[in-house]
């Protein structure tokens, strides 16, 4: 596979959890964006959004995707897990357009919700914002997304199956 698998999607669609089914099942590694930028800033993610704000998240966001996009590219394919604001950046929109491989995680506002109620995730602290939020972001993803997968009523390594299928099915295509 050239390039990397990027999953979109918003907050609590199993973009973490399918992106390491994923990984295992296609022999890649695994990246979650999240993850990265809390270990090259040394902050969670809730501590980056109470010291700097959304802005400055999103500004290491767009750091961490670029540098994941270039660890993908070196090393022939990762799988990568952007967070759920990731689309929101212009910039990171334009990246994301030119990569073959973006799959948006498609789910329903009421289980996103409810997945998203640990404590880590500042965007989802009220539900009316939570909605809000959820609405408007959906046109972001659709206008990046190369593939689409609903995952309502479908586990981990159910959706996995679907998105390899899916890839495969567009490869047959091209």
């Known amino acids: 596979m050239a390039g990397s698998l990027i999953l979109i999607g918003f907050m609590g669609s199993g973009k973490s959890a399918v992106g390491r089914e994923l990984a295992v099942r296609m022999g890649l590694e695994f990246r979650d964006a999240d993850e990265f930028i809390e270990a090259k800033s040394g902050r969670s993610v809730a501590e980056i959004f109470a010291g700097g704000g959304e802005p400055e998240f999103r500004r290491l966001e767009e750091a961490a995707v670029r540098d994941l996009l270039a660890e993908g590219a070196e090393s022939g394919g990762l799988v990568i897990s952007l967070g759920g604001g990731a689309v929101t950046s212009a910039e990171l929109r334009g990246w994301l357009e030119s990569e073959p491989l973006v799959v948006l995680l498609d789910t329903e506002v009421e289980l996103a919700y409810r997945r998203s109620q640990d ?30 997968i609903d995952t309502r009523g479908r586990s981990i390594k159910q959706v996995a199956k679907a998105v390899i299928s899916a890839i495969e099915e567009r490869n047959e295509e091209s």
């Open 119 to 148: 404590g880590k995730r500042p965007l989802a602290r009220s539900r009316q914002q939570f909605e809000s939020l959820f609405q408007e972001r959906q046109p972001l993803y659709e206008s990046v997304a190369k593939i689409r």
